[in-house]
Nanobody, 110 residues
Framework: QVQVVESGGGLVQAGGSLRLSCTASGYMFNVLPMGWYRQAPGKQRELVAEISIGTINYADSVKGRFTLSRDNAQKTMYLQMTGLKAEDTAVYYC?????WGQGTQVTVSS
């Protein structure tokens, strides 16, 4: 069973930066699609960024501010978030294939 674990959330002021990490177990780490979703209070879960077959896609709301990267040797994926805004406040979830992590809270104070 694939395990997915996020870390790196926290409280940051608007304009600040955070880096989220996602470590996933399982074989062929770089084969399955991976990425990040987020869910803000009272809102639906939305895709933030994903990587599939080497292609990275970003939500329009985070383009130019967030960067997804992956270290296959460490089986870890990262989401570097810069220029954070209050509207980025949400629980961020990592996924690999059909497996999901428990989420990590990101709170941006304005």
């Amino acid at each position: 069973q694939v395990q997915v674990v996020e870390s790196g959330g926290g409280l940051v002021q608007a304009g600040g930066s955070l880096r989220l990490s996602c470590t996933a177990s399982g074989y062929m780490f770089n084969v399955l699609p991976m990425g990040w979703y987020r869910q803000a209070p009272g809102k639906q879960r939305e895709l933030v960024a994903e990587i599939s077959i080497g292609t990275i896609n970003y939500a329009d709301s985070v383009k130019g501010r967030f960067t997804l990267s992956r270290d296959n040797a460490q089986k870890t994926m990262y989401l570097q978030m810069t220029g954070l805004k209050a509207e980025d406040t949400a629980v961020y979830y990592c996924f690999r294939g059909s497996s999901w992590g428990q989420g990590t809270q990101v709170t941006v104070s304005s």
